[in-house]
């Protein structure tokens, strides 16, 4: 089974932080993304990368960035953390030749105060 | 207007109830995608769907690509289907998704 996990289920800092955020996939999959999901918005695309130093813009990349210095970990990073980046985010993983399918972490609550 | 319309947005059944829940999309797509999230966040796939009609136990989904709309059908629902249900697309031939904003199914005892 492909596993997608991310290092915090809850995560609490103070804005102006630095945040990271960290996602590692064991199926080595090519595709990986990084989503935040609010009432009443759904998912939304942060980033996406489609191979090892490869970076995407998504939806709403501002304030954020990411990096993908190996094939299973993708990480995000709020720079300097705000209140409205309070969210769930979701990591997720796909396969190029897989058909589309994505596989998702568990996800982090992520408060800033 | 959204790409990826689901209704409805929320839904209340009894136990033992056949549900439907529906999306519809107004882009080319190359994959449909149901996905289920519980409370406590995690996602995970359904179905994925480029024509036809599956069927995993009590779950259904079927597509119409000519009139760009989908359905999940529960059969038989339970309390622990409830969780919100997700449709999603891969739009030409993108990896990235369009999500629809969910439905929220609660089943009652």
């Known amino acids: 089974d492909v596993k997608v996990t991310q290092s915090s289920r809850y995560l609490v800092k103070r804005t102006g932080e630095k945040v990271f955020l960290e996602c590692v996939q064991d199926?080595?999959?090519?595709?990986m993304f990084w989503y935040r999901q609010d009432p009443g918005l759904g998912l939304r695309l942060i980033y996406f990368s489609y191979d090892v130093k490869m970076k995407e813009k998504g939806d709403i990349p501002e304030g954020y960035s990411v990096s993908r210095e190996k094939k299973e970990r993708f990480s995000l990073i709020l720079e300097s953390a705000s209140t409205n980046q309070t969210s769930m985010y979701l990591c997720?993983?796909?396969?190029?030749?897989?058909?589309?399918?994505?596989?998702f972490g568990p996800g982090t609550r992520l408060t800033v105060t | 207007k959204n790409e990826v319309e689901q209704s409805p947005q929320n839904l209340t059944a009894q136990e033992g109830e056949f549900i439907t829940i529906n999306c519809s999309y107004s882009?080319?797509?190359?994959?449909l995608h149901w996905l289920q999230q519980h409370p406590g966040g995690g996602i995970v796939s359904l179905f994925m769907l480029s024509s036809g009609k599956k069927k995993h136990g009590r779950l259904i989904a079927t597509i119409n690509i000519q009139e760009k709309h989908s359905s999940l059908h529960i059969t038989a629902s339970h309390p622990r289907d409830s969780a919100v249900y997700i449709c999603?697309?891969?739009?030409?031939?993108?990896?990235?998704?369009?999500f629809g904003k969910g439905t929220k199914l609660t089943v009652n005892p």
């Open positions: 999603a697309v891969n739009k030409g031939g993108s990896e990235k998704l369009v």
């Open positions: 882009v080319g797509i190359s994959a």
């Open positions: 997720a993983s796909s396969l190029v030749s897989g058909g589309y399918e994505q596989y």
């Open positions: 199926m080595d999959h090519e595709n």
